[in-house]
């Protein structure tokens, strides 16, 4: 938060605009915040009289937007990645900010046929507005997990997708996750307990084919690069995915390796590369039904089975565990608090947990109508189903599938988010929801892989959206135009990642395929082969055929029961 610009504005201001919504009782709790990292850093005090969506907003906050999106995506299909993240759309646009406040004429602008008007420059360049430019270019730089999908039908599968198909893909699939937002607000943004630590503190700041055991690495985005920040994750957290590292990478793997665990010295100990029974890439075109794009059992069978890397096996055991235990810890450390929030909701009674930050926010600005998250949700459903039913059913997956996939991300929403506000982590979806369709719709990859968006991004992007709404909560700034930069903001990024991936895909000769591609070039994929990998084994091939007694990993299984029952000696001894 202390990254934001400095608001020597608001404190120039006379005392009568300086508002606060103190209580004077005593008590810290009531008076300001339960949580002492909000204490120390969030003001208590608010300027409502100072703009916020202002003309400078919309300029900057687009072109940050759209620049960061072209990019990313542009960056992305090349071997060497580059990441371009919002502060450094944040850092620039401060004396760009300052720059047009000093040059810009106040000129009143007025929309044609209409009676609203703005001013081109309302005064001096203040945090709201530096806020809401962040948020767009957030936007910007947040990728569209859509595109991933577009990207292995045309490069890898090598088959034809419907240009109006693959926009409304990339679109429907970014908005989702708005309609569980709103529904979770006033349990993930009102609550003073759901914090959201990644929104308070300032920070600053070889592996390529083995684990870097014994490397310390200094350069900060080597240090943040996997796990985001570390400042921002509170000390028992790291200390819990350190422990987790060191038994994972330097016991189980190198143990299962060197005992030949599921044939694990076939194949390097960390790719995600699939292998057939020999050692050798595992040749997809022998089992995949061309006209239908779907497996051919009969092919399968006098093929071979399925193998991945035995660090890869373990990575899908993780996750297994991990969707476990995300259940059974919400349950036992914040069920009762969840509970007791609902009786109180029910009862008209929630000003009772508002502390300081959300009086004032219900004080000085008016809410986001519900009905703005209901309209999104409906229209996007709408359109999502049109996506999946039209244009021959190219991407496999049924109207059913889709409703199913919404039902998952608004189950796990709240209780990845109550982890998400209070540890920093983020539980994905990806797995479970790879695995479940696999079952439901064995081998057909795009049904595997648009299930998987579905469910799994539109509760990451409510999640984000939640995390960006509480960091206007701790600003001060107006909820509709929060929602409304937003909104105009994840369009607008999808479309710029859309546009520039299509673009690539139908330009650039043999993108993607190493084998075909000029030596030395860098349009190599790395990241979508990853996805396209990942489709193979919950899509092609199928969890059932990877994780039963028909295929090689059933032990896997057993990492739900570990997961499950992982929280409880912790719960016990707390």
Same mark, same amino acid.
């Given at each position: 938060?202390?990254?934001?610009?400095?608001?020597?504005?608001?404190?120039?201001?006379?005392?009568?605009? %300086?508002?606060?919504?103190? /209580?004077?009782?005593?008590?810290?709790?009531?008076?300001?915040?339960?949580?002492?990292?909000?204490?120390?850093?969030?003001?208590?005090?608010?300027?409502? $009289?100072?703009?916020?969506?202002?003309?400078?907003?919309?300029?900057?906050?687009?072109?940050?937007?759209?620049?960061?999106?072209?990019?990313?995506?542009?960056?992305?299909?090349?071997?060497?990645?580059?990441?371009?993240? +919002?502060?450094?759309?944040?850092?620039?646009?401060?004396?760009?900010?300052?720059?047009?406040?000093?040059?810009?004429?106040?000129?009143?602008?007025?929309?044609?046929?209409?009676?609203?008007?703005?001013?081109?420059?309302?005064?001096?360049?203040?945090?709201?507005?530096?806020?809401?430019?962040?948020?767009?270019?957030?936007?910007?730089?947040?990728?569209?997990?859509?595109?991933?999908?577009?990207?292995?039908?045309?490069?890898?599968? /090598?088959?034809?997708?419907? @240009?109006?198909?693959?926009?409304?893909?990339?679109?429907?699939?970014?908005?989702?996750?708005?309609?569980?937002?709103?529904?979770?607000?006033?349990?993930?943004?009102?609550?003073?307990?759901?914090?959201?630590?990644?929104?308070?503190?300032?920070?600053?700041?070889?592996?390529?084919?083995?684990?870097?055991?014994?490397?310390?690495?200094?350069?900060?985005?080597?240090?943040?690069?996997?796990?985001?920040?570390?400042?921002?994750?509170?000390?028992?957290?790291?200390?819990?995915?350190?422990?987790?590292?060191?038994? !994972?990478?330097?016991?189980? &793997?190198?143990?299962?390796?060197?005992?030949?665990? %599921?044939?694990?010295?076939?194949?390097?100990?960390?790719? $995600?590369?699939?292998?057939?029974?020999?050692?050798?890439?595992?040749?997809?075109?022998?089992?995949?039904?061309?006209?239908?794009?779907?497996?051919?059992?009969?092919?399968?069978?006098?093929?071979?089975?399925?193998?991945?890397?035995?660090?890869?096996?373990?990575?899908?055991?993780?996750?297994?565990?991990?969707?476990?235990?995300?259940? +059974?810890?919400?349950?036992?450390?914040?069920?009762?608090?969840?509970?007791?929030?609902?009786?109180?909701?029910?009862?008209?009674?929630?000003?009772? !947990?508002?502390?300081?930050?959300?009086?004032?926010?219900?004080?000085?600005?008016?809410?986001?109508? =519900?009905?703005?998250?209901?309209?999104?949700?409906?229209?996007?459903?709408?359109?999502?189903?049109?996506?999946?039913?039209?244009?021959?059913?190219?991407?496999?997956?049924?109207?059913?599938?889709?409703?199913?996939?919404?039902?998952?991300?608004?189950?796990?929403?709240?209780?990845?988010?109550?982890?998400?506000?209070?540890?920093?982590? =983020?539980?994905?979806?990806?797995?479970?929801?790879?695995?479940?369709?696999?079952?439901?719709?064995?081998?057909?990859?795009?049904?595997?892989?648009?299930?998987?968006?579905?469910?799994?991004?539109?509760?990451? =992007?409510?999640?984000?959206? @939640?995390?960006?709404?509480?960091?206007?909560?701790?600003?001060?700034?107006?909820?509709?135009?929060?929602?409304?930069?937003?909104?105009?903001?994840?369009?607008?990024?999808?479309?710029?990642?859309?546009?520039?991936?299509?673009?690539?895909?139908?330009?650039?000769?043999?993108?993607?395929?190493? $084998?075909?591609?000029?030596?030395?070039?860098?349009?190599?994929?790395?990241?979508?082969? &990853?996805? %396209?990998?990942?489709?193979?084994?919950?899509?092609?091939?199928?969890?059932?055929?990877?994780?039963?007694?028909?295929?090689?990993?059933?032990?896997?299984?057993?990492?739900?029961?570990?997961?499950?029952?992982?929280?409880?000696?912790?719960?016990?001894?707390?």
């Amino acid at each position: 938060m202390s990254s934001y610009i400095h608001d020597d504005v608001l404190e120039s201001l006379p005392g009568k605009k %300086y508002q606060t919504d103190i /209580h004077v009782t005593g008590n810290e709790e009531v008076n300001d915040s339960p949580i002492e990292e909000v204490r120390l850093i969030v003001p208590i005090t608010d300027d409502p $009289s100072q703009p916020a969506l202002t003309f400078r907003t919309w300029v900057l906050g687009l072109a940050s937007c759209c620049l960061l999106a072209f990019v990313n995506q542009f960056f992305s299909y090349r071997q060497n990645r580059l990441s371009v993240g +919002s502060v450094s759309a944040q850092i620039l646009v401060l004396p760009m900010g300052k720059l047009m406040a000093a040059t810009l004429p106040t000129k009143v602008v007025r929309f044609p046929f209409t009676n609203w008007t703005f001013s081109l420059n309302p005064g001096p360049f203040n945090l709201k507005e530096h806020v809401l430019i962040t948020i767009f270019a957030s936007c910007g730089a947040s990728g569209v997990y859509a595109v991933s999908i577009i990207t292995i039908v045309k490069a890898f599968y /090598h088959r034809s997708l419907n @240009l109006v198909a693959a926009m409304l893909l990339a679109q429907t699939t970014q908005l989702l996750g708005y309609g569980w937002a709103g529904l979770l607000r006033k349990y993930l943004v009102d609550s003073p307990y759901m914090w959201w630590p990644a929104n308070l503190v300032q920070q600053l700041g070889s592996g390529l084919h083995g684990f870097g055991n014994g490397s310390f690495g200094r350069d900060w985005s080597t240090v943040a690069g996997f796990l985001g920040g570390p400042l921002a994750t509170p000390l028992f957290a790291i200390v819990n995915i350190l422990i987790g590292f060191f038994l !994972f990478l330097s016991v189980l &793997v190198p143990i299962a390796y060197w005992t030949n665990a %599921y044939e694990a010295r076939k194949f390097p100990i960390m790719t $995600s590369k699939t292998y057939d029974s020999t050692g050798k890439i595992y040749k997809i075109s022998r089992i995949l039904n061309e006209k239908t794009f779907d497996l051919n059992q009969a092919a399968y069978d006098n093929y071979s089975k399925l193998y991945v890397s035995v660090l890869f096996a373990f990575t899908y055991g993780l996750s297994f565990a991990t969707l476990m235990a995300s259940i +059974s810890h919400v349950a036992l450390f914040e069920g009762h608090a969840i509970w007791k929030m609902w009786k109180k909701t029910t009862i008209a009674a929630k000003d009772q !947990f508002g502390d300081v930050h959300t009086r004032m926010m219900k004080k000085n600005y008016e809410a986001v109508p =519900q009905w703005w998250f209901y309209t999104i949700l409906i229209l996007t459903v709408i359109l999502s189903i049109y996506c999946l039913e039209s244009f021959d059913k190219q991407l496999q997956l049924p109207w059913w599938g889709l409703l199913f996939a919404c039902v998952m991300a608004f189950s796990f929403t709240l209780p990845v988010g109550i982890i998400q506000a209070t540890t920093n982590l =983020q539980p994905g979806l990806n797995v479970i929801t790879e695995l479940v369709i696999g079952y439901m719709i064995p081998g057909k990859p795009l049904a595997n892989v648009a299930f998987k968006t579905y469910g799994y991004i539109s509760m990451s =992007q409510a999640l984000g959206f @939640l995390s960006d709404f509480k960091l206007g909560h701790y600003m001060k700034i107006p909820p509709r135009s929060m929602f409304i930069v937003q909104l105009v903001g994840t369009i607008a990024a999808s479309t710029v990642y859309f546009c520039t991936s299509w673009w690539l895909l139908t330009s650039i000769d043999h993108i993607c395929d190493k $084998s075909l591609l000029p030596v030395g070039s860098p349009w190599t994929c790395p990241s979508d082969q &990853v996805f %396209y990998n990942a489709s193979i084994i919950w899509g092609v091939v199928g969890p059932r055929r990877m994780f039963t007694k028909e295929g090689i990993y059933p032990e896997l299984n057993w990492f739900f029961l570990i997961g499950l029952l992982s929280p409880v000696p912790v719960w016990l001894l707390l």
